[in-house]
């Protein structure tokens, strides 16, 4: 008895008519979210600078803050990518919320295709289908469309460079245009949130997993540094507007001292709670002030090291136990349109959705063809465990020791090694500063193309040399 066939030598093949409809879904979903938001709820948080900033942009008068007192200054607190986006559709067609929000579907629409085509590298068709609708109905992601944030751009933006990646992995020798188009994804994800550029050497490697070490390496640090030549024009600038050569932005600092801080806690506290330190209060150059609040706070770091660790887990845990972050800020932009109980049942709905999608990622790795398959096992399922109580934390680090174990063999499951990387990078970033849900939505478009490979297509497929039954 012959096994089915695909067209590819696989038996229930993935098809790309499969992701356009999950890209088509993706949109019609965040479509209505927007057209249901887009006059209720005006930007909100961190949205209302990124839209005043995205504004300035497309009347022409630079990346700049004007102050209450009329005086205009050169900005880079935030980073400019989400802004000069925006900004440019600002520009087209008219500066309203709705452009921006609009702008938000089209690249979760794409995102989904992306996490589809991923996902098939390995998963039989109805595995990559579910991956890719895991992510295009994702309710935190749908409902976080309105918001005028990064980390739902950013997801969006690592759905496609994992896409890329998995692209240039399918080629026998290294393909720079490929790598090429990667490193300009990563490099818009990094102008974006900058803490994307993590993922450039893990995405490069996998995006020339058929060459030996030697080209992975080579390709890993050539992705590496054309993210980084993306960004350096932006880097020029502020050498030249903020007399300081930062990277991206000038935020570490403050947000360094959050995390350090005798009053931090792991998760967001306002200054006004921890205190401005002393040596900072009359600095008022916002790459100066960002460089002593840097300063700070390793000076805390230094003389309570023991604390600053001990807090690990905490800001592990308010990053990944439960993101919230729709909820959150529908609340904050119109309480009447979006009370308590609506943030708690979008709340509990997201949470479900998001620790299946973990859940299926674990059984993913532990069922992912490769060395140490009883510690796989064992580590997942272990992890898997945590999934029900509220350390949902422990199971996103489970997920990353179990694919480990492949070892070697993990920059050939690509799937695996995306999903594992933007984990680990997000766990870094934020053990080192400090944690909110909303970081984490970065992770789900790859961890839902790992779930899609619970159902693979890649075991062998051969003749069964039995009868009929």
Same mark, same amino acid.
């Given at each position: 008895m012959t096994a089915r066939v695909g067209p590819r030598g696989r038996p229930d093949e993935p098809r790309l008519a499969d992701g356009v409809a999950a890209g088509a879904v993706a949109l019609v979903v965040r479509v209505v979210a927007v057209v249901w938001a887009s006059s209720r709820f005006p930007p909100a948080e961190d949205g209302r600078f990124y839209h005043i900033l995205a504004g300035r942009l497309a009347h022409g008068l630079g990346y700049t803050w004007k102050w209450p007192d009329g005086v205009v200054?050169?900005?880079?607190?935030?980073?400019?990518?989400?802004p000069a986006l925006i900004g440019a559709a600002y520009a087209l067609f008219g500066e309203h919320p709705f452009v921006a929000m609009a702008v938000n579907a089209l690249l979760g629409a794409l995102a989904a295709f992306a996490v589809h085509r991923v996902a098939a590298a390995s998963a039989t068709r109805v595995g990559a289908a579910a991956a890719a609708l895991a992510f295009a109905l994702h309710?935190?992601?749908?409902?976080?469309?309105?918001?005028?944030?990064?980390?739902?751009?950013?997801?969006?933006?690592?759905?496609?460079?994992a896409w890329l990646a998995v692209r240039a992995s399918a080629e026998k020798t290294v393909r720079w245009g490929a790598l090429t188009a990667l490193a300009l994804v990563l490099g818009a994800a990094t102008l974006v949130r900058p803490q994307s550029l993590l993922l450039a050497p893990a995405f490069g490697a996998v995006a020339f997993r058929a060459g030996s070490q030697w080209l992975r390496t080579l390709a890993?640090?050539?992705?590496?540094?054309?993210?980084?030549?993306?960004?350096?024009p932006w880097t020029l600038r502020n050498c030249e507007r903020m007399h300081s050569c930062s990277f991206v932005s000038v935020n570490a600092g403050?947000?360094?001292?959050i995390g350090a801080a005798s009053g931090a806690t792991g998760a967001w506290v306002p200054l006004e709670v921890l205190g401005v330190p002393l040596e900072c209060r009359a600095v008022w150059d916002e790459a100066a002030k960002d460089a002593c609040f840097l300063h700070?706070?390793?000076?805390?770091?230094?003389?309570?090291?023991?604390?600053?660790?001990?807090?690990?887990?905490?800001?592990l845990a308010v990053t990944f136990d439960y993101a919230g972050a729709a909820g959150f800020y529908l609340h904050s932009s119109n309480e009447a349109e979006f009370g308590d109980r609506a943030k708690l049942v979008l709340g509990v709905l997201e949470t479900i959705w998001e620790r299946l999608i973990v859940l299926?990622?674990?059984?993913?790795?532990?069922?992912?063809?490769?060395?140490?398959? *009883?510690?796989? *096992?064992?580590?997942?399922?272990?992890?898997?465990?945590?999934l029900v109580v509220r350390s949902a934390w422990i199971a996103h680090m489970g997920l990353v020791i179990a694919a480990a174990c492949l070892g070697r063999k993990l920059v050939q499951r690509p799937a695996a090694a995306l999903a594992a990387s933007t984990v680990l990078s997000t766990a870094l970033t934020h053990a080192m500063f400090f944690g909110a849900g909303r970081y984490s939505l970065v992770c789900f478009p790859v961890l839902a193309a790992l779930a899609g490979t619970a159902l693979t297509g890649e075991e062998e497929v051969v003749d069964n040399p039995?009868?009929?039954?």
């Open positions: 200054t050169f900005a880079a607190h935030y980073p400019v990518g989400y309710p935190g992601l749908v409902f976080y469309t309105p918001a005028l944030m990064t980390e739902g751009v950013t997801a969006s933006l690592v759905a496609v460079a890993a640090v050539a992705v590496t540094c054309g993210t980084v030549a993306v960004c350096t403050w947000n360094l001292f700070a706070g390793l000076v805390a770091i230094r003389q309570a090291p023991l604390r600053f660790l001990s807090l690990v887990p905490r800001k299926a990622a674990l059984v993913a790795v532990a069922r992912t063809p490769g060395p140490r398959p *009883r510690a796989r *096992r064992i580590v997942a399922g272990a992890s898997s465990a945590w039995g009868k009929e039954p």
